[in-house]
């Protein structure tokens, strides 16, 4: 196992070589700017082994699901990433093979979303795996989405298929069958919506990510909904899932860890849905409209109201 000042040199240095700001990790901390007329955007997550993810989920998995899960914060208010810190706390069974195939994966992640590290600390923990990772992004001055300001006779969209996240806990508890693998993929890497997010600023009214569950989440943003059953959008591989046990539906409903945007748009504005679709290769769905009434109505084909969903994720 290196050491602490090793593993940062020879394995965590690496992702900070295009960060001028970070100095290679060699000062305590780091520095960076933003053009005039922005606003820094700043989120951060913690993720605990045997709480938010398996521990024998393997290490390039792991680093994307950490980074993503903050992406995912940075496209519900649609900024741009910039940059992020990780602070690590390793228990004494993890093994230097494990930290630099955890790196490889962060180095690829980055890659993706064109971002870099920046720094933070590396631990040794009695305790379980864990991760505590702050993202960084920008946004020109005013225009961040936020999760209030939605009005009656807004549609009401998500981005993606919704679901397939919580199915796939199930799955890999083996609750369910997943021949394709589709759902457990969908679990452990989260697929940030950043692009949507920047193209949906000037056209959302609010914005945020589905991490603790559809419903949950429409709950955050403070008004009353009505909700087409049928418009929810499912992967083929949570259709199939349902087909087989349509109880399941309640855990696409509220199970949580979608990362899939949920906003609000005027009615004016439903035309922009497809070139935003096309332009940022996402797939956009209009579920339902804002109402006057405070309640979150889910509507089936026949009129009647589908209650039989669980409770969102709280820690406490």
């Known amino acids: 196992m290196l050491g602490e000042f090793e593993q940062i040199a020879q394995i965590m240095a690496p992702l900070a070589e295009k960060a001028e700001g970070a100095f290679a990790l060699k000062n305590d901390a780091a520095v960076f700017h933003h053009d005039a007329g922005e606003e820094i955007v700043v989120t951060t997550d913690t993720l605990i082994a045997g709480v938010h993810f398996f521990e024998t989920d393997e290490p390039e998995l792991l680093a994307q699901k950490i980074l993503g899960v903050n992406l995912s914060d940075l496209a519900a208010m649609g900024a741009k990433p910039a940059h992020y810190t990780l602070n690590a706390s390793y228990p004494a069974d993890i093994t230097s093979d494990w930290i630099k195939r955890f ?42 989405l936020q999760r209030l300001g939605a009005r009656v006779g807004d549609l009401v969209c998500v981005s993606g298929t919704i679901g397939d996240a919580a199915l796939g806990l199930l799955a890999m508890q083996n609750k369910i069958k997943d021949e394709s693998g589709w759902l457990a993929f969908r679990y452990q890497v989260p697929n940030a919506r950043t692009a949507l997010g920047q193209a949906l600023v000037s056209v959302a009214r609010s914005c945020l990510d589905i ?105 406490f």
């Open 103 to 144: 790196a490889h994966g962060l180095h690829e992640t980055q890659k993706r979303f064109n971002i870099s590290l920046l720094g933070g600390d590396t631990t040794r923990t009695p305790g379980p795996l864990c991760f505590s990772l702050t993202a960084y992004g920008t946004v020109t001055k005013g225009k961040a």
């Open 211 to 315: 991490s603790d569950g559809l419903i949950t989440d429409m709950r955050h943003m403070q008004v009353g909904m009505e909700i087409e059953q049928k418009a929810i959008p499912l992967s083929d591989a949570a259709q199939h899932a349902i087909a087989e046990d349509s109880s399941f539906f309640g855990q696409v409903l509220n199970g949580g860890d979608d990362y899939e945007l949920l906003f609000s748009i005027a009615p004016d504005k439903a035309e922009q849905l497809t070139d935003i679709a096309e332009q940022t290769a996402t797939k956009i769905s209009i579920i339902g409209r804002i109402t006057e009434s405070p309640e979150i109505r889910i509507l089936q084909e026949d009129g009647q109201l589908y209650t039989d969903y669980p409770h969102g994720y709280r820690h």
